[in-house]
């Protein structure tokens, strides 16, 4: 049973327009959200998050926004640039633990000159 | 500030082995786990420490052991290799609250 879903493997955007990347979850019990970002042969490394007490969370280019009553969050890129290609993994803390967390499966972000 | 350390970075190993994959934090956090991925399916959690002396079992257990004697270190087992645990293997550590730091990665096959 998948608890966070990222539908949409990967994604081709060109340089300077907007990149969005779509997570779903089912578990609402989930009350704060995390995106990593992972290049090839290295860890994920954070890159912004949200709690459920907010709607949007910005930070330079990007922004997330979480609509609790669909169970969805994006992630939005603008602009996009060469350096943003990379695998984007949506997480939550499992209700457990806080620092257990469950991942989706990761969308692939390719910019284009 | 070296952050979270796995080592090695690939290994191979026959059908049958054990081995231990390394992992070494230098930011006091009380938290470590250790997840594995594997294509389409994201990261998923093995085994986890919320702190010194303290261990459980994640999504992905079986197969795999660890232990935690000091706050730094946390050390991930495979008792018997088998080609199903071919996979890339993530430690990470963190605090209480707030996000997980990760390591550079364990790339291992098992042959």
């Known amino acids: 049973d998948q608890q966070v879903k990222q539908n949409s493997p990967s994604l081709s955007v060109q340089e300077g327009r907007i990149s969005i990347l779509n997570c779903d979850y089912t578990?609402?019990?989930?009350?704060?959200f995390l995106w990593y970002k992972k290049y090839p042969a290295e860890g994920p490394t954070f890159l912004i998050s949200i709690s459920s007490i907010k709607d949007k969370n910005e930070d330079g280019r990007f922004t997330v926004f979480l609509n609790k009553s669909a169970k969805h969050l994006s992630l939005h890129i603008v602009p996009s640039q060469p350096g943003d290609s990379a695998v984007y993994f949506c997480?939550?803390?499992?209700?457990?633990?806080?620092?257990?967390?469950?991942f989706g499966q990761g969308t692939r972000l390719t910019i284009n000159p | 500030n070296a952050g979270v350390t796995q080592t090695p970075k690939f290994q191979v190993l026959k059908t049958g082995q054990s081995m231990t994959l390394q992992c070494a934090q230098d930011m006091n956090h009380e938290y470590m786990s250790w997840y594995r991925q594997d294509p389409g399916m994201g990261l998923r959690l093995i085994h986890y420490?919320?702190?010194?002396?303290?261990?459980d079992q994640g999504e992905v257990p079986n197969g795999y052991n660890v232990s935690r004697s000091t706050t730094e270190d946390f050390p991930l087992r495979l008792l018997s290799a088998a080609p199903s645990q071919t996979s890339v293997y993530f430690c990470?550590?963190?605090?209480?609250?707030?996000?997980?730091?990760f390591g550079q990665g364990t790339r291992l096959t098992v042959v």
């Open positions: 578990n609402s019990m989930f009350d704060y």
């Open positions: 997480a939550a803390p499992d209700q457990q633990g806080a620092q257990k967390l469950v």
């Open positions: 420490s919320v702190g010194a002396g303290i261990t």
């Open positions: 990470a550590s963190s605090y209480s609250t707030g996000e997980a730091f």
